[in-house]
T-cell receptor, first 113, second 118 residues
Framework: GENVEQHPSTLSVQEGDSAVIKCTYS??????FPWYKQELGKRPQLIID?????GEKKDQRIAVTLNKTAKHFSLHITETQPEDSAVYFC????????????FGSGTRLQVQP | GAVVSQHPSRVICKSGTSVKIECRSL??????MFWYRQFPKKSLMLMAT?????????EQGVEKDKFLINHASLTLSTLTVTSAHPEDSSFYIC??????????????FGSGTRLTVV
């Protein structure tokens, strides 16, 4: 099955700096890669996703890049704000719908004001 | 957008009792429901996958007789923790996938249930 590794486990940045979180996956057939933000005691919220036919996707301050050859994808947050502080999870899946997402171990991002 | 309602949000129960957690898809048909367990500061661990009208498929190490999953309709799935013990205390969260996918491919999460067994 799929295995997703995520780094770093914790990340502390100053407000306004950029943050990068990286994930690698094992199954070359995986074709959908979402990123979730989870605040304490809350549900994971999808913040951005990318499909395998695209190398990069951007939504305002958030971007995701995918390298299929190396089987890794990254989340980039620019101009970080204190409200970006949360735990971020990457995930990977092949053929969405009836299969469960395989999640990374999570990255706790702390944005210092 | 797609909404999954999960109840209760918090529950405290005594050891040996059973607790039922419900997840309802409010505006789409959830053909598949995924149940996760999350320990503090850890990732989401898949417990089981259930398709409407079929028996759930449990992940290795998850006791099917302890964690009963019912997915009798396209809008409701339940997880019952039977004979709960303190080690079952955790955050349980469901995720629904529907045949009419919302924009995020149909992985819509419930709000989670914090179970504390005393």
């Amino acid at each position: 099955g799929e295995n997703v590794e995520q780094h770093p486990s914790t990340l502390s940045v100053q407000e306004g700096d950029s943050a990068v979180i990286k994930c690698t996956y094992s199954d070359s057939a995986s074709n959908y890669f979402p990123w979730y933000k989870q605040e304490l005691g809350k549900r994971p919220q999808l913040i951005i996703d990318i499909r395998s036919n695209v190398g990069e996707k951007k939504d305002q301050r958030i971007a995701v890049t995918l390298n299929k050859t190396a089987k890794h994808f990254s989340l980039h947050i620019t101009e970080t704000q204190p409200e970006d502080s949360a735990v971020y999870f990457c995930a990977a899946i092949k053929d969405t719908g009836r299969r469960a997402l395989t999640f990374g171990s999570g990255t706790r991002l702390q944005v210092q004001p | 957008g797609a909404v999954v309602s999960q109840h209760p949000s918090r529950v405290i129960c005594k050891s040996g009792t059973s607790v039922k957690i419900e997840c309802r898809s409010l505006d789409f048909q959830a053909t598949t429901m995924f149940w996760y367990r999350q320990f503090p500061k850890k990732s989401l661990m898949l417990m089981a996958t259930s398709n409407e009208g079929s028996k759930a498929t449990y992940e290795q190490g998850v006791e099917k007789d302890k964690f009963l999953i019912n997915h009798a309709s396209l809008t409701l799935s339940t997880l019952t923790v039977t004979s709960a013990h303190p080690e079952d205390s955790s955050f349980y969260i469901c995720s629904a996938s529907g045949s009419v996918a919302p924009t995020n491919y149909g992985y819509t999460f419930g709000s989670g249930t914090r179970l504390t067994v005393v």
